[in-house]
């Protein structure tokens, strides 16, 4: 199987590139990123010498060249390409746009045109807005995103949705909770408070800390998304999650005590404008279907993350500087 991976050389897409080429050596995968801000190279350099891999630098939004790449031979399509981060978003929610819709509309018109077999959608929890102290989202769960982050998400999801109605695309949309693992951008919640933390500096936590979100080690998704590749029903959503609901308060607590720091170390700042207060989700779906059941505890899959970060340091400290730098003192103060 030929698999193009959108998106391979960020965060979750490059670990899904790992997973599939230690599980499926003989497959096929090509990776096409832009190498924005968050997209690493060096996210892949365990698989570069590997005879099925093929890295293509280039934007989903590039029609021409994602029209040249299916001529190739491109038997599924797996779409992490997004821009991910809320924060961004907020400043400069354009850009969302053009590569969470017009990208994933540039990537459904190419699969549609090349009769692509399969096209997945790597969507995200955030689309389904936010929920009160109880109960969980689940498929049928409205749409009603709150950042432009999350809506720019759901306007790809309702075009992925529009293709399979419309034209018969074999289609499916994840939705997960929130990643952590290996190659994580430091700019993100986990990854930026153990990274801190290590340099002894101030972590930075929105508001009061209060917020719930449901922790998904990215191995578990990754092995949740290879079941959707070859098993999913065509045109269904399937919601994957953790089981690991945590204030972000109760979280960097337990970096802290993992990392043996002291709390002082926790600043609380002005929260962001239209904070979700909590998600969380309902994965019972993708169990009954596809018998899927996620592997790591958020205890366990921390403590694996945190020993990443002290055996990779060099990797992370080589984005901890320039453009990061100057975009977290815009976010967060000096």
């Known amino acids: 199987m030929k698999l193009l991976v959108t998106g391979g050389a960020g965060f979750i897409g490059s670990n899904f ?3 599939m080429l230690k599980k499926y050596p003989d497959y096929e995968i090509v990776v096409l990123d832009a190498l924005t801000y968050a997209g690493n190279l060096e996210n892949l350099k365990a698989v570069e010498q590997h ?18 790449i299916f001529q190739q031979g491109i038997d599924a ?16 929610p354009d850009i969302f746009v053009q590569t969470n819709v017009l990208g ?15 096209y997945v959608q790597i969507s995200t929890d955030e689309v389904y807005g936010t929920l009160g102290p109880t109960g969980l989202f689940t498929e049928t769960t409205p749409l009603t995103p709150n ?6 998400k759901a306007g790809g999801d309702l075009l992925v949705r529009a293709y399979h109605e419309t034209y018969g695309l074999n289609v499916n949309i994840t939705r997960c909770s929130n990643n952590y693992g290996p190659y994580h951008f430091p700019e993100k919640l986990i990854p930026l408070m153990i990274t801190r933390a290590l340099n002894d500096q101030s972590l930075p936590v929105y508001g009061d800390g209060l917020q719930i979100r449901d922790w998904l080690h990215v191995e578990d998704h990754c092995s949740a998304i290879d079941l959707v590749l070859h098993n999913g029903k065509a045109g269904e959503v ?8 945590r204030t972000n308060l109760e979280l960097v607590r337990m ?3 993992e990392l043996h ?3 002082s170390l926790i600043e609380h700042v002005k929260d962001r404008p239209g904070h979700d207060r909590r998600y969380g989700i309902d994965a019972s779906k993708i169990t009954r279907e596809l018998s899927w059941q996620p592997r790591y505890t958020l205890e366990t899959g921390l403590k694996k993350t945190i020993q990443w970060y002290l055996d990779n340091e060099a990797w992370w400290q080589r984005i901890i500087s320039g453009e990061y730098r100057d975009y977290y003192r815009q976010q967060y103060g000096s």
């Open 17 to 19: 590139v790992h997973y």
């Open 51 to 68: 005879t099925g891999f093929r890295f293509i630098k280039g934007s989903i939004t590039d029609a021409q060249l994602v029209d040249e």
């Open 77 to 92: 399509v797996l779409n992490f390409a997004a821009e991910s981060h809320v924060d961004r978003s907020i400043s400069a």
């Open 104 to 118: 994933t509309q540039v990537l459904l018109e190419a699969a549609k045109k090349h009769n692509v077999s399969k």
């Open 147 to 152: 950042s432009p982050y999350s809506a720019s």
């Open 238 to 245: 399937y919601n994957i999650g953790g089981n690991n609901e």
């Open 255 to 257: 970096i802290l005590k």
């Open 261 to 263: 720091k002291p709390e």
